[in-house]
């Protein structure tokens, strides 16, 4: 989320003359694309050349939701400029169990449809993690001994994957956990997204608690059981994919380290 373009109240209602917006808000992290919210929606324009990625997440989305999944599908659009429903609920805080298990099953649910499902695109690249491991080599020598184990991980993809469902990407309405930003789904190993799932909603503090009560949940009703060193062993390679592009995207270490 975050502003790159900046657009007004009144050229939004332009741009959708049956909503009669009252209030436009932009939202201030990340800076890939544009997102502000309007009223009780959210506005986005990409600002990347994704025209077909945007379709596919559109439909991606609709047949989420059509499964009862609590996702945020696009209502109307207009040139570059989208709009979609806003979930309602909070970015979770103190996790408890409730949203773990929320989570595992969110995560079989949605893996259930997207088994064997291809995007055309990986959502981890090799190509692209040997050469953030070349930029860390050559700028930060100690953070690249931590993570040149990333170049020797073989890629399974076992359907199509969110990748990045980290807390700022849920809301919960009370015990009800939403889920969006969709767009860089990719082909990709379930067991590695909730590695990154369980990575980014923080469990280290009751680790072995939160992860076997995760796993109950999730191989339920997942198509694939994850076993629970399989499990550890992703959140571990979540931890050094995002630490190793946390490197290069902030040019430090201090978002990394946190992670490592």
Known sequence: ?????????????????????????????????????????????????????????????????ALGLNVPVCLDKNGEWYLYEKLKGEEPKNIKSFHIQELARFLARFHSFSYKKSSNSNFIDQKEVSSLLNYTKSNFFSYYKKLQFLEKQKVKNDGLIHGDIFKDNTLFDGRKIGVFDFIDSADGSFSFECGVALVGFDVKKKRDFFINLFLLNYNQHAPKKIEKKELLEQMVMACGFYALKRIHKYEKTKKAKELL
Do not use: C, H
Request: aromatic fraction near 10%; charged fraction near 30%; hydrophobic fraction near 35%.
């Open 1 to 65: 989320m975050g502003v790159k373009t900046l657009i007004t109240l009144e050229e939004v209602n332009r741009l959708f003359p049956s909503y009669n917006f009252k209030n436009l808000k932009p939202t201030s992290s990340g800076i890939i694309d544009t997102t502000y919210i309007v009223d009780d929606f959210i506005l986005k324009k990409y600002e990347r050349n994704i025209k077909t990625k945007i379709d596919e997440d559109i439909k991606l989305l609709n047949d989420l939701k």
